[in-house]
């Protein structure tokens, strides 16, 4: 039992940057049409969005690829979604404000980020 305690402790630290991000139920062309809608492309460069072209919160570019949200928080699907719909609940000192968005909103807008893996 001891002997495979390094080992789990190995893999607890493991670079999960790569790990395959999926929302089970979401549906990215839908979260694409709500980002949209809501406006995230007003403060951000969003692909898929030609206009407006945000520039106070930063290119949404290789989103699905990144670490981190926000430089802080773990890209990871909860957090994502929690993040999405109250970004101040998470970071007080961000910029970015409550999205009038539902869970299922948050969590399609979610999926979609996850499809932009490449810069």
Not at 17 to 36: H, K, S, T, W, Y
Request: charged share 15%; glycine share 10%.
């Amino acid at each position: 039992m001891l002997a495979a305690l390094p080992l789990a402790l190995l893999c607890a630290c493991a670079d999960k940057a790569n790990a395959p991000r999926q929302i089970v139920g979401a549906d990215a062309a839908e979260g694409l049409r709500i980002a949209e809608r809501v406006g995230c492309a007003s403060c951000h460069v969003v692909p898929g969005i030609s206009w407006p072209e945000g520039r106070s919160g930063g290119s949404l570019t290789g989103f699905g690829a990144r670490p981190l949200i926000s430089g802080r928080l773990p890209n990871q699907p909860d957090v994502l979604v929690q993040w999405i719909i109250n970004a101040p609940s998470l970071d007080p000192s961000t910029g970015m404000p409550p999205m009038p968005l539902t869970q299922d909103q948050a969590r399609d807008v979610a999926a979609y980020l996850y499809t932009l893996d490449e810069d």
